[in-house]
């Protein structure tokens, strides 16, 4: 039954939207919840994200500055924590 969603997996994803909404203090209804904002709701789905990557942070470090003329160059590089 690829794609179908358990009844336990339904639960657990609800109580984990629930937890992410009220750490980032919005109140979530059981049902529907249509009356969100856009921010709002983009909210909790970043909590969500966050808090199942929390490891998968950037860090931009600045290695090199060169100065031609009034361009200057910046050379980035990226480090990914995974």
Known sequence: MKGEMTQKGREALDRFKMESAS????????????DLTSRQAGSIG???????????QFEFIRSDVKSQEHVRILTYGIQVGI
Do not use: F, I, R
């Open 23 to 34: 750490e980032v203090g919005v109140t979530l209804n059981k049902g529907y919840n249509g």
């Open 46 to 56: 970043g909590q969500m994200v966050n808090m199942m990557s929390p490891e998968q």
